[in-house]
């Protein structure tokens, strides 16, 4: 294959420019990125470089809250766990009655120095103990008895203002059709003549910024399946990188010279004169995957220059956090990333695999929060981890716990209230009870929302109004 990555232009523009020495990508030129379109129906600011981001770290398999924030002078915690239940003398001590689980040895630092808050106790009525559905609850922010295809980030997207309309118009002028374009490319074509005349009043440093910021991801994922957290009504770019990996094309340079060569190759092709239908979609995929090798290319440039200011650990989810680190520090407007952490499914044995958990998930968190701090982002940004559900109180019989209801998370960041937020879950309970949740989830939803991210139609992305917490 004779095509090499650094034949690959880093951005749209470039790619237009390519035109002109038959490449073939013309009709690339004749419609906006589909990622300017927003919805200008809610009053949320539009993703920017200086605004607040927002990292979510799953922890899939439902993790067990009670050996990660450990009530350990609660008699009847060690009276329902009397072999899984974490020694006094073992504990963590962040206050006089609980503690960190002892391979959270970072965290406990970070709660000391009031970048780590835990919210206790957090579930929703009528919990779910299917692993599948539970998620699907906790990603889709809906009542356990509704059932949705988006999610609560998706819906957060569609609510996402334009931002300035001078800006948006200046940007998509940009992209303004070239004569002759076909009539499959009216409706752009009209909307790019309003928006080059609008253009030519904007100031050309704030175009340029704007343009700029458009070819970011609005969220972007680490991991080889879109979360339904992301999925939305309307489109948006989102993008996906393989975890732990600087790229998200397992094959490396192999597939991207291949993917380089498809959109070329499509960029050729030419539409028999009655498939105007089949010529939209053809457009509309050749569209997409030139969004897909821009942003790939332009991500593993940024992944193999960064310099982290701290030092992760060698795992997947270590390596995932870094990335994430290096394109916040990239100035991307990215304003969500996702990252997963797994295996907390811990029916049998637990302590050993337990334990290994909550060393990965607490130097990972630690060495990204101390990255942000050594490159001043640690104030842009809050990281907020989540669990489809808790373990019961009770041990089982084979030294582990079974799938239960609520239980802890972590929000960490530069400017939130640290210490513990919630009440914590009564422990006088019968044999294989639940925990009874007394914070609902989208509670912690709606202070991002509203607190983090300035969100004023928060109660029509969560379907009701939640009362924000303090964390924020």
Not at 438 to 449: E, G, I, M, N
Request: charged letters at 15%; proline letters at 6%.
């Amino acid at each position: 294959m004779n095509h090499h990555i650094s034949t690959l232009p880093a951005t749209r523009r470039e790619f237009l420019k390519l035109t002109t020495g038959g490449i073939g990508l013309l009709a690339f030129s004749n419609f906006a990125p589909s990622f300017l379109v927003q919805s200008a129906r809610a009053s949320t600011p539009r993703p920017e470089r200086d605004r607040t981001i927002l990292v979510l770290v799953q922890l899939a398999g439902g993790n067990d809250g009670l050996n990660t924030l450990i009530p350990y002078e609660d008699a009847h915690y060690y009276r329902l766990r009397p072999t899984l239940g974490i020694p006094k003398d073992k504990v963590l001590r962040i206050t006089d009655t609980m503690g960190l689980h002892p391979a959270c040895a970072e965290l406990s630092a970070l709660f000391k120095d009031g970048k780590l808050g835990i919210i206790q106790n957090v579930g929703y009525p009528n919990p779910n103990r299917s692993h599948f559905r539970s998620t699907e609850i906790w990603e889709s922010a809906t009542d356990s008895d509704k059932f949705v295809s988006t999610g609560w980030i998706g819906r957060y997207l569609d609510n996402t203002c334009a931002g300035s309309p001078e800006l948006d118009a200046a940007a998509l002028g940009n992209l303004a059709p070239r004569p002759g374009a076909p009539p499959s490319a009216s409706a752009n074509a009209s909307a790019s003549a309003a928006a080059s005349a609008a253009a030519n009043t904007a100031s050309p440093k704030l175009v340029a910024a704007n343009a700029a910021a458009s070819l970011d991801p609005a969220a972007i994922n680490l991991g080889n399946e879109l979360p339904q957290t992301y999925l939305a009504a309307r489109p948006h770019s989102t993008f996906s990188l393989s975890p732990g990996q600087p790229g998200r094309l397992g094959g490396g340079q192999q597939n991207l010279e291949f993917l380089e060569t498809l959109v070329k190759t499509s960029g050729n092709a030419t539409p028999r004169p009655d498939a105007s239908g089949a010529h939209d979609n053809n457009t509309y995929l050749k569209q997409t995957m030139m969004d897909a090798l821009v942003t790939e290319k332009r991500v593993r440039q940024i992944l193999a220059g960064y310099k982290p200011g701290a030092t992760y650990p060698g795992s997947t989810f270590g390596q995932s956090l870094r990335s994430i680190a290096g394109l916040i520090a990239a100035n991307l407007s990215t304003r969500v990333y996702f990252a997963s952490l797994g295996s907390f499914d811990t029916h049998a044995n637990q302590a050993g695999t337990h334990q290994n958990l909550m060393r990965s998930l607490s130097e990972g968190l630690s060495a990204f929060q101390h990255d942000l701090d050594a490159h001043g982002l640690a104030d842009q940004v809050l990281t907020m981890t989540f669990s489809e559900f808790g373990r019961r109180p009770m041990e089982n019989e084979s030294k582990g716990t079974d799938h239960g209801t609520a239980a802890p998370l972590f929000v960490m960041g530069g400017k939130i209230a640290g210490g513990l937020h919630g009440s914590a879950p009564s422990l006088d309970l019968e044999r294989n009870q639940d925990l009874a949740f007394s914070t609902d989830f989208r509670q912690v939803y709606a202070t991002v929302l509203q607190n983090w991210f300035a969100c004023k139609t928060t109660p029509d992305i969560l379907g009701a109004t939640f009362k924000p917490l303090g964390f924020v």
